[in-house]
């Protein structure tokens, strides 16, 4: 029998660390829990301990060597039964693990990973993290109100279902109830390998016909006349007219995603290109600058500091700034009376991206070319040749997709 404390570095650095997991090996057989998270310089290898720069130092220390002193009892009593030793580890009874106490802990974690990214001044790892954990909590705070207490292995089949019947009766979209067994099954996952239980695949077939295909889900965009009409929008409000600039900026950068514009730093600009690392995908768009976008930049570039924006970079000074954004595309969608493509409803952050990719479809451009300017991932092989296109043919195609002369 052998248990060690270790890093595992395969799934690489959450931003609070890497994983902390203790292994328990036998033979052939292998069982590993994850007991926390922690930086290369805050752990030593050869101890299989943390040491006092680690932030949970008082907390996680004593857990650790009260495991190391449990791991020398076990390999003293000759003990061969691996399930054995970690059920002595960890004095758990797999039938008594709440999930719903894991998932709150799973999310709490998280926000810790948060919190690290912003004392780091990773802000986009920031965003990204908060993101997953903004959807995460309600996706918890849905299925709390059904099953409180439930437990891991009170998990089941029928269980799943009668949460996905519930909402499907109250009138959720298949995409709602689809976000949220998608996050439930993620974090589900991510428990019964934390605790080494079976998977009892609940989720197995749960989703069936739930999937929304390209074809149903509409995305809302705007004709290239209505784009003109922004760029000729005058108003006495400079507030507004900030909104609308940066609406025609994400147009203008490949249908960029606002918080990728938001948080570009100024090294994302060189000479007359602009590259954005969009945080969805992590896949990195090489554009070109049109002067109408050299114009906007202009405009808005901060005088000093890092950031291309001097707009305040909380999470709630963002929050703030995108519900002001809505608001005002919402009026200057009124002032200039503007429908929505194809079904109508109010103007949104998001509409720019679908604007940009309707353009594109509508002129016939290449689909490779789009996915290169908008920044998608490809699903085959072919995403191992990214970028196959010149610089001057994807730069053609984007000043014609984004071109208004003659309209």
């Not at 328990?24 to 922690?38: A, P, T, V, Y």
């Not at 805050?42 to 006092?52: A, D, G, K, P, S």
């Not at 680690?54 to 650790?64: F, G, T």
């Not at 709150?104 to 790892?125: C, M, P, S, T, W």
């Amino acid at each position: 029998m052998k248990i060690v404390i270790k890093l595992n570095k395969s799934n690489g650095d959450r931003g609070n660390g890497y994983e902390l997991v203790i292994y328990c090996n036998h033979l052939r057989e292998r069982k590993q829990k994850l007991i926390g998270f922690s930086k290369l310089e805050h752990f030593n290898e050869e101890m299989q301990l943390i040491n006092e720069k680690h932030p949970d130092y008082e907390d996680l220390l004593p857990r650790l060597m009260d495991l190391k002193l449990k791991a020398r009892k076990i390999i003293a009593k000759g003990c061969t039964n691996v399930n054995e030793a970690m059920t002595f580890l960890f004095d758990e009874d797999a039938d008594q693990i709440s999930f719903i106490k894991f998932c709150e802990d799973h999310i709490n974690e998280d926000l810790q990973a948060v919190a690290e990214a912003e004392k780091r001044g990773d802000l986009v790892l920031r965003n990204r993290i908060k993101g997953n954990v903004n959807s995460n909590q309600n996706t918890l705070n849905q299925f709390k109100k059904f099953y409180p207490n439930i437990k891991f292995t009170e998990l089941d089949y029928n269980k799943i279902m009668l949460f996905r019947k519930r909402y499907e009766n109250a009138g959720a979209s298949r995409r709602t109830i689809q976000h949220y067994l998608a996050h439930l099954k993620a974090m589900y996952n991510k428990g019964i390998r934390k605790y080494n239980l079976e998977d009892q695949k609940p989720f197995q077939n749960a989703m069936d016909n739930l999937k929304v295909k390209s074809f149903d889900s509409v995305k809302k965009y705007l004709d290239i006349t209505d784009i003109a009409l922004f760029e000729k929008y005058q108003t006495p409000l400079d507030a507004r007219r900030r909104y609308m600039d940066l609406f025609l900026l994400q147009f203008y950068f490949g249908g960029c995603d606002l918080t990728d514009l938001y948080f570009l730093k100024k090294t994302a600009l060189f000479k007359d290109r602009i590259i954005i690392q969009r945080s969805k995908t992590e896949q990195i768009t090489n554009l070109k600058i049109h002067p109408k976008a050299k114009i906007i930049i202009d405009k808005y570039k901060a005088t000093s500091g890092e950031w291309l924006f001097n707009w305040g970079k909380s999470s709630q000074e963002y929050r703030t700034f995108t519900h002001i954004y809505r608001v005002s595309l919402q009026a200057m969608q009124k002032d200039l009376g503007i429908k929505v493509q194809p079904t109508g409803g109010n103007l949104g952050i998001k509409v720019a991206r679908h604007t940009f990719g309707n353009r594109a479809k509508q002129l016939m451009i290449e689909t490779d070319i789009i996915r290169e300017l908008m920044g998608h991932v490809r699903d085959d092989i072919d995403n191992f040749y990214k970028d196959k296109f010149s610089e001057k043919v994807r730069d053609e195609a984007l000043f014609k997709i984004i071109d208004t002369d003659g309209i």
